[in-house]
Nanobody
Framework: QVQLVESGGGLVQSGGSLRLSCAAS????????MGWYRQAPGKQRELVAT???????NYADSVKGRFTISRNNAKKTVYLQMNSLKPEDTAVYYC???????????WGQGTQVTVSS
């Protein structure tokens, strides 16, 4: 069984910063891509940022220059540093981990990020 535990969400004023963390544990041994997605009320879940094992990074245009994704492979943890937050960044943020050998994807439970204007 694989578990993803997210932390770091909360309420912040516009222009503020938050750092999300997602740690994988359990029967997951070879992680490929780790990433963050978000879903705002009434909207579809969208990609925020992903990072491959080799360090290739992909950002949504809306967060480029403000958010930074990083990972610690030894700790099986992915981070999302969010700066210059805007009210439109308000959403539930989910981490996703792709397992290399089984090609299975695992999702975290989600953490709420609310940015007030």
């Amino acid at each position: 069984q694989v578990q993803l535990v997210e932390s770091g969400g909360g309420l912040v004023q516009s222009g503020g910063s938050l750092r999300l963390s997602c740690a994988a544990s359990g029967s997951i041994f070879s992680i490929n891509v780790m990433g963050w997605y978000r879903q705002a009320p009434g909207k579809q879940r969208e990609l925020v940022a992903t990072m491959s094992t080799g360090g290739r990074i992909n950002y949504a245009d809306s967060v480029k220059g403000r958010f930074t994704i990083s990972r610690n492979n030894a700790k099986k943890t992915v981070y999302l540093q969010m700066n210059s937050l805007k009210p439109e960044d308000t959403a539930v943020y989910y981490c996703k981990v792709a397992e290399m050998t089984t090609f299975l994807d695992y999702w975290g439970q989600g953490t709420q990020v609310t940015v007030s204007s």
